[in-house]
């Protein structure tokens, strides 16, 4: 079984709003804004909702999975809300710090250790990392429907 399958996760068509919301995303003031902020949002959220809620899912129709990583210097466990992206029977998350230059922390954590947990909607299954093909990376981007 799929992570689609094992989360029923769906994405859903986004209203006017969120459209508009997700251009605003893709500019560079906006992807600059929501690299700085959404994170901290999205973790008050989801605390306060116990799962169930994330500010992208509400102004821009798009789910958020938590993904929890081992730290590859600290061997701590780290915990960040992304965005995922269907991918066959999988759900991919994408690496770009909403276009910024650095490459997120959870990244690096990934390649040192791939064992992860993943959680949306309080339901939490047991993962393997693994970074894409270069066929399915332009598949997964294309899936994206980024403006």
């Known amino acids: 079984m799929g992570v ?3 989360f029923d996760y769906k994405v859903r068509k986004p209203n006017a709003t969120q459209v508009a919301m997700q251009h605003i995303a ?11 902020t959404l994170h901290h949002i999205d973790r008050g959220l989801l605390r306060l909702s116990r799962g169930q809620v994330t500010l ?12 929890t990583t081992t ?3 600290t061997g701590q466990r ?35 250790d791939p064992k992860v947990d993943v959680t949306h909607q309080n339901k939490t ?8 093909g ?10 994206c429907h980024l403006p």
């Not at 500019?27 to 700085?36: E, I, L, N, Y």
């Not at 998350?93 to 922390?105: D, E, H, K, L, M």
Request: glycine share 10%; net charge positive; charged share 15%.
């Open 78 to 112: 780290r915990t960040a809300p992304l965005l995922g992206v269907p991918a066959g029977d999988d759900i991919a998350v994408i690496g770009t710090s909403f276009g910024q230059a650095r490459t997120p922390a959870w990244y690096h954590n990934m390649r040192a």
């Open 125 to 132: 299954i047991n993962a393997v990392a693994r970074e894409a």
């Open 26 to 36: 893709a500019t560079r003031a906006g992807a600059w804004f929501f690299a700085k």
């Open 71 to 73: 730290g590859a210097r």
């Open 134 to 143: 270069d066929q399915e990376r332009q598949a997964i981007w294309d899936q």
């Open 4 to 6: 689609i399958q094992a």
């Open 56 to 67: 992208p899912g509400v102004v821009a129709g798009i789910p958020v999975l938590t993904v």
